[in-house]
Every structure is written in structure tokens, then in C-alpha cells.
């Protein structure tokens, strides 16, 4: 009786465990069967995809954009704009068109299934290349090297052989008697147990270049003080500061600044640019106006530098939007200035013309000799300015 109650009772349990199973089978048919009862079938999602095999585009020439709608055996028709026709243009086919160096946007904008569908496509309008740019674009000589946007010249910091030297005022001392004439402001604090120097450059470079620069200093803390010719050593990597500099020139004297370059915000120990030209007056520099961020450690830092900036003549501003010439404000570890007119530089005449004496007395003797090697260098700048 035991065995064939217990064979009843898995029986029992079989038959249960089926008819469970047979219902959720059941169940689940009926679900799938009324899923699409009363409703409308959906619409599929669309996108527009711009391409390009360009990120760039030269003066006067054209690069091709295409713009594809996803999710559709039709395209439909696109709509081209340039967010500025007087960096380039674009035609109803998507070809864009450089008109001079700059940034430009390009967007394409369609109607499908009730959609209204947008892309963008940024471009940099550069100028003419040559061999020299070329060259200099991908690699560096003498840690320098070529953007094709904004059309300049900067140190790769990351791999400079500056970066061996350190730097201290005997540097800015002698920069006359080597064609470098500029405005400085140096920045000292200490923070973390070290004595930190921030400086900022901005002026002629030789003869045919001009730019900005920051550089971040520093080394062990000393009681003595900062010294006006202390010597500080390429802030380590660690140390290395977040920013992003834009320098402005007056080419023309109509109180116009117009932007030269921008520096992208990254991480730096020195950020520099140079472009190709002459300001009409070295000393001072004022026809050069430099922007900066940039971001400290923290906001303990931050407030040593803005003192330091203060002590140097510039004025506090309570918002970034309120700064003016020589002016700054504070945002968290940010801080944001405008350098134009203040300098420590010293007056570098009587360099100029101590030095120019003294090669003219040296090298006229030699003139029928290097004039022949001098015309040649001469014409070869000139050559170099012209392809570019």
C-alpha cells in the first residue's frame, strides 16, 4: 500500500508540475499573440551622420562632407549652412570651401517621418602649407613645432630640452643681446613646502617672430626668500598646472585686438605660442593683450597666486564676465586674467644700442665677406614667408 501510495503521490505531482507548465506556455502565447492588438506600429529612430575624410580645410581649396541618414532605404534632402562664411562656405552638395584661417561649424539639417534631424561638423580653415609646416606639424625640432590651426608655432613641453635648464632673471637679462625683447610678470609663492615662481611672457621674439608664454617653476623651500636672481628648476610632472592662453595683437592701430591662437586647456609646465610678424613697438608690449585660466591644485594655491597678481598691479573682479585690461577673478581653483599694460621688464635701450655699436665695430671689416652669406639668409625668410 506504501508503494502505490507513493506512486500515486509523484503521480500527482508530475501531472501538477505539467499543467503549470502547460499554462505558462499558454500564457505566454497569449502575450506575445496580443502584443501588437490596437497599437500603431512604431516609427524607426533616425540619426544623421556627417563624414569627412578632412578635419581640415585649406584657403581657397575644398574638402567634401556627406551626410547620411540612418534607418532608411530613402535619403532625404539635406540642408548645408556654415556658421561663418567668411571662414568658409558650404554648397548644397556638402563641398566646403576655405576662405580664410579660422574655426567654422558646418551643419546639415533634414525632415524624416515628422523628424527634424541635425549634425554638425567642425573644420579648421587653415593656411597654405609648405614643407617647412609640414615638417614641423608632426614632428618637433628643437622641441618646437607647427599647428595648422591658428596657423603657429609652440613648444612640445612634454619633451623639451628646456626643461633641463630651469629658469631664473639672468635668462631675462640677456634676452636682448639675443633679439629677445618682451614684457614679463613673475608670480612667487610658497605652497607645499616649496618655493613656486609663475611667469608670464609676451613680446618679440628675434626678428620675425612674436607670442606669450606661461611657465610653472619651483624648488625646495629656502628661509631666505625667493631672490630676485634665484635660479628655479621645470616644475616636475606632478606640479605640471591645468590651463589654456589666447594671445590678441592690435596689427592695426584702431584699438582692435584681433586673436592670434588659442592654447587648448591642458596640462602644462610651459605653454607658449609664436606667430609669424613683427609688433611696431617692443617696448612695451602692449600691443599684445594675453587671456589665461588657469587651475591650481587647490584653492589655497589659488589665493597665494591671485596675491601675488594683486601685488603686481592687477585689480579683483568678482566674475569672469566683469574682467577687464590687467584684471582677474576666481572661480573655485580657477582663476581668470587679462595682461595688457603692466610689465616688470627693464628697459633694454642702451642694450640695444651698447650691442648694436659694438657689432658694428666688429663686424665691418668682415661686410664684403658675410654680405653675399647675409642677402642669401634674406632671401630665404622671405621665401619661407611667401610659401606660407
Known amino acids: 500500500m506504501r508503494v502505490k501510495n507513493s506512486y500515486k503521490k509523484a503521480i500527482a505531482i508530475l501531472m501538477a508540475v505539467l499543467t503549470l507548465m502547460s499554462m505558462t506556455m499558454i500564457g505566454v502565447s497569449a502575450t506575445d499573440d496580443n502584443s501588437g492588438e490596437g497599437e500603431a506600429e512604431a516609427a524607426p529612430l533616425h540619426a544623421l551622420v556627417i563624414k569627412s575624410e578632412n578635419l581640415s580645410v585649406t584657403v581657397r581649396k575644398k574638402v567634401q562632407l556627406t551626410a547620411t541618414v540612418t534607418n532608411t532605404d530613402v535619403q ?31 551643419t546639415a539639417t533634414c525632415e524624416i517621418d515628422g523628424q527634424t534631424l541635425t549634425g554638425e561638423y567642425a573644420l ?30 609652440y613648444t612640445n ?10 629658469f631664473g632673471k639672468i635668462y631675462d637679462f640677456v634676452s636682448p643681446y639675443i633679439l629677445l625683447e618682451y614684457d614679463y610678470i613673475r608670480i612667487f609663492f610658497t605652497y607645499e613646502n616649496k618655493d613656486w615662481m609663475i611667469q608670464m611672457w609676451k613680446g618679440q621674439y628675434g626678428m620675425v617672430f612674436f607670442g606669450g608664454e606661461i611657465g610653472v617653476y619651483n624648488r625646495e623651500h629656502k628661509e631666505e626668500g625667493y631672490g ?21 595683437w592690435q596689427e592695426e592701430i584702431n584699438g582692435e585686438y584681433v586673436r592670434q591662437f588659442t592654447r587648448e586647456y591642458d596640462k602644462y609646465w610651459w605653454c607658449t605660442g609664436f606667430k609669424n610678424g613683427h609688433i611696431r613697438v617692443e617696448e612695451p608690449a602692449d600691443e599684445l593683450r594675453l587671456e589665461a585660466r588657469i587651475t591650481f591644485k587647490d584653492e589655497t594655491m589659488r589665493e597665494l597666486f591671485t596675491q601675488g597678481l594683486e601685488e603686481c598691479g592687477f585689480v579683483k573682479r568678482e ?3 566683469e574682467v577687464g585690461l ?22 633694454t635701450m642702451l642694450i640695444k644700442v651698447g650691442t648694436g655699436f659694438l657689432a658694428s665695430l666688429a663686424v665691418l671689416p668682415f661686410f664684403p665677406l658675410i654680405a653675399p652669406y647675409l642677402g642669401f639668409f634674406l632671401m630665404l625668410v622671405n621665401l619661407v614667408n611667401v610659401i606660407a
Open 319 to 321: 566674475s569672469k564676465g
Open 326 to 347: 590687467d584684471e582677474f577673478c576666481s572661480d573655485g581653483k580657477d582663476v581668470y586674467f587679462i595682461w595688457q599694460n603692466i610689465s616688470e621688464a627693464e628697459s
Open 124 to 153: 579648421n580653415v587653415v593656411k597654405k602649407g609648405n614643407f617647412i609646416h609640414n615638417f614641423l606639424k608632426d614632428r618637433q625640432v628643437l622641441s618646437y613645432q607647427y599647428s595648422y590651426v591658428d596657423d603657429y608655432y
Open 157 to 166: 613641453d612634454k619633451d623639451a630640452w628646456q626643461y633641463h635648464f630651469g
Open 76 to 106: 532625404p534632402t539635406i540642408t548645408w549652412k556654415s556658421s561663418d562664411t567668411s571662414v568658409a562656405t558650404v554648397d548644397e552638395d556638402g563641398t566646403v570651401k576655405g576662405v580664410k584661417v579660422g574655426k567654422v561649424v558646418i
Open 228 to 248: 630676485e636672481w634665484a635660479m628655479y628648476a621645470c616644475a616636475p610632472e606632478e606640479d605640471w598646472l591645468a590651463m589654456e592662453m589666447t594671445l590678441y
